[in-house]
């Protein structure tokens, strides 16, 4: 058995600890289980299972919360086939995310781009077959190929944050249904095709239209008569000089995981309306109800839960629009050993949503003192921002370095998010595990 898989044989077995029986899992995780020292901080007995667990001091033992599952101990390392070092949550459909440290790279290349499927890949994805149909409330429906998509509309290139709403969702506690991922759903390619405004005006939207119907060639996997998945936007995000119809990624084709050859990229905003495999976009006099429109799907509470609370569906009246601010450390990997008394250089991307990231934070004392990153601005609209600061670690020994940025409406990353049953938006701050020695 290698490092990694006994380092994802042991979160497993302690998520499953901490999702089965939680007092239980306390008690043989950190010794002791009274409300009284869950306020507290570890120490004593707690703090000898921890330090051995990790195979190493904690020199702020003394800041670290009681009850703070160490990220050395809470994170997966799987692989799967296809694109490289993917971690998979399940096959069918095939879903996997990208390990924080793959995403180093100011854009992000293909093969680290996470994969987020409700079906299966379709199999036609010949381009040069391929149309993409305009219909619904406008005067001039259109039917074109990509061949004259490229020739009739102006070709643009950008950088664009595609995330998916339940990236986080693994941090949910009490543990909610859906994908189980960590922080790697999220990813900036460059993406080119041609505006879905410039296409619109061609396509004349009525006044009657608010909202847009996407389809795809992807079918649901219990029902083929069914579409796999169908969301739109309001006409708004949809005029919105970003809002692309892509159809390539990096420079190359799309991959077929993520949409060949064409597909929908609506930045900033929950990554299920940026729509794979595009076939057909309709216009709406009426909010779309398509397939994750309805219900709880891609919706959040219209007030604050309880965790766990058991709530209906006609709650949930909020159509998640923008993703919130957010920020990953890429690197240092979590759990790569660094030097004690020289500076470390920590890095990462931040994003936003709609908004722009305008301070970026780091803690390596579980949040008692932040030091100031230096940020990029963005390389267009929504593209995620850079930031690096250099860190040095006092004495050898067990450390987290915890990231959290600040957006320009002043919102900022919490240590954990509020609950919701789906668990969506989840943007807590990122931490990783650094070994001084
Ligand atoms: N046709 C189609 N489009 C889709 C999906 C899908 O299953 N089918 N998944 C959506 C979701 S939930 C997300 S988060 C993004 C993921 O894009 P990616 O797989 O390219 O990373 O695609 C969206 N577009
Ligand atoms: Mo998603």
């Known amino acids: 058995m290698n490092d990694n898989d006994h380092k994802s044989q042991v979160s497993s077995e302690l998520f499953q600890k901490f999702a089965e029986d939680p ?40 800041k670290m919360p009681f009850g703070l599952i160490p990220v050395a101990l809470a994170e997966e390392a799987l692989k799967i086939d296809g694109k490289e070092g993917l971690i998979s949550l399940g096959d069918k459909p095939l879903n996997a995310e990208t390990p924080a ?24 994805l010949n381009p040069d077959t391929w149309t993409l149909t305009i219909d619904g409330e406008v005067e001039n429906p259109l039917k074109l190929t990509i061949a004259e998509l490229k020739k009739q509309f102006k070709t643009v290139s950008e950088q664009l944050v595609i995330e998916c709403g339940g990236n986080g969702r693994a941090f949910f506690n009490p543990q909610v249904k859906g994908n189980q991922w960590t922080v790697g759903a ?18 004349k939207v009525k006044k009657s239209a608010i909202y847009t119907a996407h389809y795809g060639a992807d079918m649901d996997l219990a029902d083929p008569t069914k579409f796999a998945v169908s969301r739109g936007i309001p006409i708004d995000k949809a005029l919105d000089p970003h809002t692309l119809v892509a159809f390539m990624m990096n420079d190359a084709p799309i991959h077929p995981q993520n ?12 990554g299920s ?33 309880e965790p766990g609370e058991e709530v209906g569906d006609e709650i949930f009246t909020k159509i998640i629009t923008s993703m919130p601010v957010k920020s990953l450390i890429t690197a240092p990997a979590s759990r790569h050993q660094v030097t004690v008394g020289k500076p470390v250089e920590i890095r990462g991307h931040a ?11 780091v803690s390596i004392d579980f949040g008692a003192s932040w030091i100031k990153a230096k940020l990029t601005k963005p390389a267009n609209r929504f593209a995620w921002q850079h930031w690096s600061v250099a860190v040095t670690f006092p004495v050898a020994g067990y450390y ?11 919102n900022t990353q919490p240590f954990a998010v509020a609950w919701n049953p789906n668990g969506y938006l989840g943007n807590a701050m990122h931490r990783i595990a650094l070994r001084v020695a």
């Open 259 to 270: 949409g060949a050859p064409l597909r929908l990229v609506v930045p900033g905003w929950v």
């Open 186 to 203: 999220v990813g900036c390619a460059k993406w080119t095709g041609v505006r879905l405004a410039d296409i619109l005006k061609v396509a």
């Open 101 to 124: 440290y793959l995403l180093n790279d100011d854009i992000t290349p293909t093969k680290y781009h996470f994969i987020r499927n409700h079906s299966t890949v379709p199999e036609d």
């Open 351 to 361: 994003w936003a949503g709609e908004n722009e990231v305008k301070e970026m934070m």
């Open 23 to 62: 007092v239980k899992a306390d008690l043989e995780v950190f010794g002791r289980v009274t409300n009284e020292d869950r306020r507290g901080f570890l120490k004593g007995a707690g703090l000898a299972t921890m330090t051995a667990m990790l195979g190493a001091a904690i020199p702020f033992a003394d």
């Open 273 to 305: 309306t940026s729509h794979k495999w595009l076939k057909r976009i309709q216009l709406r006099d009426v909010v779309h109800d398509g397939k994750g429109m309805t219900k709880r799907s891609y919706r959040m509470p219209n007030r604050p839960l």
């Open 400 to 410: 987290e370095v915890w990231a959290r940025a600040t957006d320009s409406k002043d």
